[in-house]
């Protein structure tokens, strides 16, 4: 009798440590970011963390895994095993880089699997003063009556700004020089001094030299006019044929391997839409001139689609690639 106790009382805690091995998550989360340390993506990354490692029960941790513009991170992400211990912060290049890598393997709709959309960041289109424009269409008929001679500061080619440009180069039917840098602290002195006339960049960025009248801004780039600058239209109400359905925004969503398992997937789910529900999240994204979402996978998989869509057409049609 004392035998079989004892083998039932070994058998109950077998169970009940497989039980809780079996429990999401019983460790610490990695989530990688493809940017080095200080940037909005890492700052925005920390953030959503720190408030699901307290609605999991489980430390998120952050590691920095940069490199060609986040895509090294993306790699990794999509490769890693499918338990949910290895996400990724995703800024909205996600969308470009199978257009843009032709080497790359990745195919974010069927390598990744989305969790929820955390944030967007409106872009704002702004010119230098001394620039006789106070309009997109005022900004596109100097393009066509200067033809070549209007030079556009925005980030590395392929980055979401130069995108923007393009697409509203080729609807538009004009003919502007694109002048990639290596980030905005680098294009900031050129277009404030006047060497560069316009740009577009994220609009927590250009906000104090658009207040301050260092800058003029002209329009917004989202769908809808964005709260830091309201009094701003958006591109796509310019009237400009090509335009009416312009959008383009920065976001930001977080990922987790392709064939993760769907309980991992719905346990994360639950903690992203919990942690972007907290007002004192979106007071802090608010803060940084984001527009918090909801977090919804949905949101997010539909955004990324369209994206992709969108950016691979104007990609390929512009023969931009980097190797």
Known sequence: MRIFKTILLALLALMSFQLWAQKYPNAPIKLLVGTPPGGTTDIMARL??????????????????????????????????????????????????KALYPATKLDAERDLESLGLVATTPYVMVVHPTLPVKTVPELLAYAKANPGKLSLAGSTPGGAQHLSWELIKRRANVDMQYVPYRGTGALMPDLLSGRLQAGIDNIAVLTPYVKSGQ?????????????????????????????????????????????????????????????????????KLTGMGAEPQSGSSDDMRALLKREISVWTKVIQESNITIQ
Not at 61 to 69: F, T
Not at 264 to 271: D, P, S
């Open 215 to 283: 800058l003029r801004g002209i329009a917004v780039t989202s769908s809808a006019r964005a709260a830091l600058l309201p009094d701003l239209p958006t591109v796509a109400s310019s009237n400009i044929t090509g335009l009416a359905d312009f959008a383009a925004v920065g976001w930001f969503g977080i990922f987790a391997t392709g064939k993760t398992s769907p309980d991992v997937l719905a346990a994360l789910r639950g903690a992203i839409r919990t942690v972007m529900a907290q007002s004192d999240m979106r007071e």
């Open 48 to 97: 959503v963390a720190q408030k699901m490692g307290e609605v999991l029960g489980q430390s998120v941790v952050i590691e920095n895994k940069s490199g060609a513009g986040g895509l090294i991170a993306a790699e990794a992400v999509s490769k890693a095993t499918p338990d949910g211990y290895t996400l990724l912060m995703a800024p909205a290049q996600l969308a470009t880089y």
